[in-house]
């Protein structure tokens, strides 16, 4: 009797012929994430980033291959799923390296694994940041749609699921033994080659990937206490504090006067979003057709005026007040990190704490989300009795409603809360209140303002796109508003009886229009990222009611605002702002590995073995009260 053979159907004869792949499919589709997430993260994969990228640093690339193919193994061997495999482990590499190009364009950094705790934040800000779909993202999604095609072709042997588990065990324990092992460990990561770079980690990125730069960040999660850190110590540096004056002499300043009668005056904080005097463009090649920083200039010559050197560029605002507020650095934290949301957990010295313990009134006002960078938990922290949050706004002025839905809340808006808020006040106490604005907040796009409300531009360098022009024309406008609040503000004090000292200060700079275009086609800045020294001084004025001295600040770090305000005003300080008064005789800032020294010059990499001592000082005395026994607190 002749026996009839079934023939097999052309999708059974094609996953016949392809089942030897199931013993490839790890090491190919991991070197084939690992390429295409470099060349997300970079936007290009050259020839140069083969020889001055990955060839220096092979180990790093391969480590982070095994671990792609190690995920890939365990999840097609546990799931007998191919297609499921590739698309997971595509996932796991091109994703952050997707956000990390974002980042990068849009802050100058990458992406953190503290990151993942500010996922609304960054959704919040990307989604309205007019970012484009690369070449190396469209290209990246049609290679994976073939990928999970072709492995839907691969079949994997039926076995019991002891057999499944142990062949899925197997590469899931070593891809976690890996990365605990190695990424996660200072000592092994060091011995294969990855060598720390915290302070420019977009250039740690390009060296040693994504996936690497990523895990390995992870050991900066835990902070660790200076070697010899004691009581002892920190009494030591608080008494040398208090008993010596090094600092350098605010000729002009109310102190310097002799006078100091007021001893407690009002204090009103204004940091305004992206605030930086863009009529300085016009010793660049630029003409605008009307002043927009009349009010800037004017209160210059009355008031003490310099820089702030912000560690932010392109975002991070609450980095900047978080500065601003405490004196504390965000150089000694793990890079990219947001205090407010993963350090400002408890109840923690700040200006505001300060001065409540003197019988101040606190206050903050920020016309966004109070969720908004964890704002709504910060602030009580720090020592604000009040905080008041775009949701305390009824129907408040909005503009720039193309990039913002709704709209943001204007400076003008905010002028006219401070002054009511300054009017319904408990006059029997002194005030400190601690403002942010939000109207000028990136992205930009001329259509966000009416024609008749834009600054013009009337000459540009050569070269400067459209839209890179219309959007500096959005900034500018803003610009013009930011400074239109402070002569507002500025009015409305000079006329109140009660002494009030106003400081305001921008917080970063941003990407205008196409990337640098705007600071690089002018010659503003010579560097086309966010490193450059240009990029991170912000206009700092401090003007009071009772004294127009004329002061020359120079450039101070963010974290020398409270202190210096201090000092202007012979105000008595807390051990913290004595030691960083002294120490602007060793070094104006240091932050993201630059260096701002005493005669105002840029220096970038290490610092000198005095300069060395008094920063090491500084994190000894911010230990101690952001993590320490607030010995120095004790002593107040």
């Given at each position: 009797?002749?026996?009839?053979?079934?023939?097999?159907?052309?999708?059974?004869?094609?996953?016949?012929?392809?089942?030897?792949?199931?013993?490839?499919?790890?090491?190919?589709?991991?070197?084939?994430?690992?390429?295409?997430?470099?060349?997300?993260?970079?936007?290009?994969?050259?020839?140069?980033?083969?020889?001055?990228?990955?060839?220096?640093?092979?180990?790093?690339?391969?480590?982070?291959?095994?671990?792609?193919?190690?995920?890939?193994?365990?999840?097609?061997?546990?799931?007998?799923?191919?297609?499921?495999?590739?698309?997971?482990?595509?996932?796991?590499?091109?994703?952050?390296?997707?956000?990390?190009?974002?980042?990068?364009?849009?802050?100058?950094?990458?992406?953190?694994?503290?990151?993942?705790?500010?996922?609304?934040?960054?959704?919040?800000?990307?989604?309205?940041?007019?970012?484009?779909?690369?070449?190396?993202?469209?290209?990246?999604?049609?290679?994976?749609?073939?990928?999970?095609?072709?492995?839907?072709?691969?079949?994997?042997?039926?076995?019991?699921?002891?057999?499944?588990?142990?062949?899925?065990?197997?590469?899931?324990?070593?891809?976690?033994?890996?990365?605990?092992?190695?990424?996660?460990?200072?000592?092994?990561?060091?011995?294969?080659?990855?060598?720390?770079?915290?302070?420019?980690?977009?250039?740690?990125?390009?060296?040693?990937?994504?996936?690497?730069?990523?895990?390995?960040?992870?050991?900066?999660?835990?902070?660790?206490?200076?070697?010899?850190?004691?009581?002892?110590?920190?009494?030591?540096?608080?008494?040398?504090?208090?008993?010596?004056?090094?600092?350098?002499?605010?000729?002009?300043?109310?102190?310097?006067?002799?006078?100091?009668?007021?001893?407690?005056?009002?204090?009103?904080?204004?940091?305004?979003?992206?605030?930086?005097?863009?009529?300085?463009?016009?010793?660049?090649?630029?003409?605008?057709?009307?002043?927009?920083?009349?009010?800037?200039?004017?209160?210059?010559?009355?008031?003490?005026?310099?820089?702030?050197?912000?560690?932010?560029?392109?975002?991070?605002?609450?980095d900047v007040e978080f500065e601003a507020l405490t004196g504390y650095s965000v150089e000694?934290?793990?890079?990219?990190?947001?205090?407010?949301?993963?350090?400002?957990?408890?109840?923690?010295?700040?200006?505001?704490?300060?001065?409540?313990?003197?019988?101040?009134?606190?206050?903050?006002?920020?016309?966004?989300?109070?969720?908004?960078?964890?704002?709504?938990?910060?602030?009580?922290?720090?020592?604000?009795?009040?905080?008041?949050?775009?949701?305390?706004?009824?129907?408040?002025?909005?503009?720039?409603?193309?990039?913002?839905?709704?709209?943001?809340?204007?400076?003008?808006?905010?002028?006219?809360?401070?002054?009511?808020?300054?009017?319904?006040?408990?006059?029997?106490?002194?005030?400190?209140?601690?403002?942010?604005?939000?109207?000028?907040?990136?992205?930009?796009?001329?259509?966000?303002?009416?024609?008749?409300?834009?600054?013009?531009?009337?000459?540009?360098?050569?070269?400067?796109?459209?839209?890179?022009?219309?959007?500096?024309?959005?900034?500018?406008?803003?610009?013009?508003?930011?400074?239109?609040?402070?002569?507002?503000?500025?009015?409305?004090?000079?006329?109140?009886?009660?002494?009030?000292?106003?400081?305001?200060?921008?917080?970063?700079?941003?990407?205008?229009?196409?990337?640098?275009?705007?600071?690089?086609?002018?010659?503003?800045?010579?560097?086309?990222?966010?490193?450059?020294?240009?990029?991170?001084?912000?206009?700092?004025?401090?003007?009071?009611?009772?004294?127009?001295?004329?002061?020359?600040?120079?450039?101070?770090?963010?974290?020398?605002?409270?202190?210096?305000?201090?000092?202007?005003?012979?105000?008595?300080?807390?051990?913290?702002?004595?030691?960083?008064?002294?120490?602007?005789?060793?070094?104006?800032?240091?932050?993201?590995?630059?260096?701002?020294?005493?005669?105002?010059?840029?220096?970038?990499?290490?610092?000198?073995?005095?300069?060395?001592?008094?920063?090491?000082?500084?994190?000894?005395?911010?230990y101690d009260l952001m993590f320490g026994e607030e010995y120095a607190r004790v002593l107040?």
């Open positions: 009797m002749q026996t009839l053979q079934t023939k097999d159907s052309l999708p059974q004869r094609i996953a016949r012929r392809l089942t030897p792949l199931r013993w490839v499919m790890a090491p190919l589709v991991g070197l084939i994430t690992l390429v295409c997430t470099e060349w997300i993260h970079r936007g290009t994969f050259t020839k140069e980033v083969w020889t001055s990228n990955v060839l220096p640093h092979l180990p790093s690339f391969l480590l982070s291959w095994l671990l792609l193919a190690l995920i890939y193994q365990a999840i097609a061997k546990l799931t007998r799923l191919h297609p499921v495999a590739v698309l997971v482990t595509g996932v796991l590499g091109c994703v952050p390296a997707t956000v990390t190009y974002y980042k990068l364009k849009l802050r100058g950094e990458p992406f953190f694994p503290w990151d993942l705790s500010q996922v609304s934040e960054a959704t919040d800000v990307m989604g309205k940041a007019g970012l484009e779909l690369q070449t190396s993202m469209w290209v990246t999604v049609l290679i994976y749609i073939a990928l999970i095609i072709l492995a839907c072709f691969i079949k994997e042997p039926k076995t019991d699921w002891r057999r499944r588990l142990m062949q899925g065990g197997i590469p899931a324990v070593g891809a976690l033994a890996l990365v605990v092992g190695v990424f996660f460990s200072p000592a092994v990561s060091k011995l294969v080659g990855i060598t720390p770079d915290m302070w420019m980690q977009n250039r740690y990125y390009r060296n040693y990937g994504v996936i690497a730069g990523f895990l390995t960040n992870i050991q900066n999660l835990q902070v660790d206490k200076p070697e010899n850190y004691s009581q002892q110590a920190v009494n030591e540096l608080v008494q040398e504090a208090q008993n010596q004056d090094l600092g350098p002499v605010f000729e002009g300043s109310y102190k310097e006067s002799g006078t100091n009668e007021i001893k407690q005056p009002n204090i009103i904080f204004v940091m305004d979003e992206s605030f930086w005097d863009v009529a300085e463009l016009e010793d660049y090649g630029v003409v605008f057709d009307q002043p927009v920083t009349p009010n800037l200039h004017r209160l210059m010559e009355t008031s003490a005026y310099g820089k702030a050197y912000s560690p932010s560029f392109g975002g991070g605002t609450c000694f934290l793990p890079a990219g990190c947001k205090p407010f949301q993963q350090h400002v957990t408890r109840p923690m010295f700040s200006i505001a704490s300060y001065l409540k313990d003197q019988g101040y009134a606190t206050q903050a006002i920020h016309c966004y989300y109070a969720k908004f960078w964890s704002r709504n938990t910060a602030y009580p922290n720090l020592g604000f009795d009040e905080f008041i949050s775009l949701e305390d706004f009824e129907n408040p002025e909005r503009k720039r409603s193309v990039e913002w839905g709704n709209g943001l809340v204007t400076d003008a808006e905010m002028a006219r809360r401070i002054i009511s808020e300054w009017e319904g006040r408990d006059a029997s106490q002194p005030l400190f209140m601690h403002t942010v604005t939000m109207q000028n907040h990136t992205n930009y796009d001329k259509n966000n303002y009416p024609e008749e409300e834009l600054v013009g531009i009337l000459e540009a360098p050569e070269g400067m796109s459209e839209k890179t022009l219309g959007a500096l024309q959005d900034f500018a406008t803003g610009v013009r508003e930011a400074d239109a609040m402070l002569g507002t503000l500025t009015d409305y004090f000079s006329q109140v009886e009660e002494p009030v000292i106003l400081v305001f200060w921008g917080d970063h700079y941003n990407p205008i229009g196409s990337g640098y275009e705007v600071y690089t086609s002018t010659g503003y800045s010579s560097a086309a990222n966010s490193e450059a020294p240009e990029l991170h001084q912000m206009p700092l004025l401090i003007w009071s009611n009772y004294w127009d001295g004329k002061v020359d600040l120079g450039t101070v770090g963010a974290y020398e605002i409270s202190p210096v305000t201090f000092e202007l005003y012979g105000l008595e300080q807390p051990p913290l702002f004595d030691h960083l008064i002294d120490q602007l005789s060793a070094y104006r800032s240091r932050s993201h590995g630059v260096t701002i020294q005493p005669d105002g010059t840029a220096v970038t990499g290490d610092m000198t073995d005095e300069q060395m001592d008094w920063f090491s000082d500084h994190w000894m005395l911010q107040e």
